[in-house]
């Protein structure tokens, strides 16, 4: 993790946290990140979700065209990760709840 922690990614964790408004955060992504790196990054939560359900490996690859190693490594993160997956599961499910 303390290769993570410089100033530069501070600053982008700054922001993110700042911004409260859906299309100005898309713009930022947009502008960020590749098309194919937002979907791949995307696709990653929603195998978190799936393993979080139960789901088996090839059930999550169908509906969600993950291979079976992006499958794994998110998996392993799940289990043996910092827990930012179930921060982020948790952030869904309340969103969802309206909390």
Do not use: P
């Not at 090839?58 to 490594?73: H, L, Q």
């Amino acid at each position: 993790m303390g290769d993570l922690r410089t100033k530069e990614v501070e600053d982008l964790l700054q922001v993110f946290a700042a911004l409260d408004n859906e299309d100005t955060i898309y713009a930022l992504l947009e502008d960020l990140f590749t098309i194919r790196e937002v979907k791949e990054t995307s696709q990653r939560l929603a195998v978190a979700r799936l393993l979080n359900a139960g789901r088996s490996y090839a059930v999550i690859e169908e509906a969600t065209g993950a291979s079976a190693t992006t499958i794994a490594r998110v998996s392993k993160c799940l289990s043996y990760g910092s827990g930012g997956y179930a921060v982020a599961l948790n952030a869904l499910d309340n969103t969802k709840r309206g909390v």
